[in-house]
């Protein structure tokens, strides 16, 4: 069955749909394309750095105070200072700037959440499978058992060109960490410093709230990346390190496949 596709530019990335189904391309379809595309600006206006009217914008500032926030706030940090406990520190939103104060950096937490409450839009629509990509961080849900998973193919960081692998998920989510499109953009917490030795980590998990920090953290690691995503429950992923080798953890091998145009791509 062909997907009917969309795609707007929000939170500063392309964040796509496709959809096949009842309601692919009817106005309850893109009523809940509107609803999602509305509250990422919504989830924008709250979290992002780059707005210096956003809420944790004042909050860094000290213009506001915790409890001066929305609650989405609390739940985001909440979740952050969780990752930063089960990674040993590699993963932090609170960490010290190039001045030595203390910097708030959600970025690693707010995507895939974001992302993930966004999709309950589309969930809602009967008879209707999608796949919502942001930046390529995706959420893949197919409510009939017996119709085709949604392959998701995961790109070869050291050559953007090229899909490594195809994983199948039917519901789902997919997110990748790296730096080959956005330089050295995650550090390890503990030192300060980009990881070493890896170059993407690729985690599939039941919500991509947990995708996107489990691939981030695992990044942050660096040559610790394989072994601390083996300890996560329900996770799966794909390790690819500096040299081009690759690690696969948990379910999936990697599948080599003829024509990746035509698939979702996850990258970092």
Known sequence: MTATRRVEQVMGLPVSLAVRGRHADDAAGRAAWDAVV????????????????SVVSRLARGELGPDDCPPEVGEVLALGAQAEQE???AFRVRRPGPDGAVELDADGVVKGWAVQRAARH????????????????MVCHSPDPDAPPWRIGIEDPHDPRRVLAVVPVANGAVA???????GDHVVDARTGRPPSGVASVTVIGPDLTWADIDAT??????????????????RTGLVVWADGSTTTVSLYG?????DPQELPVTRE
């Open 254 to 258: 990697a599948l080599v496949i003829e």
């Open 122 to 137: 589309l969930a809602a629509l009967p008879d209707t499978a999608f796949c919502l990509s942001a930046g390529g961080d």
């Open 217 to 234: 953290a695992a990044f942050a690691l660096g040559p610790e990346a394989a072994a601390w995503l083996a300890t996560r429950p329900g």
């Open 38 to 53: 509305a509250e990422l600006r919504a989830v924008d206006a709250v979290f992002s750095r780059y707005r210096s009217d």
């Open 176 to 182: 990748t960490s790296g730096s080959a499109h956005r």
């Open 87 to 89: 990674s040993s520190g």
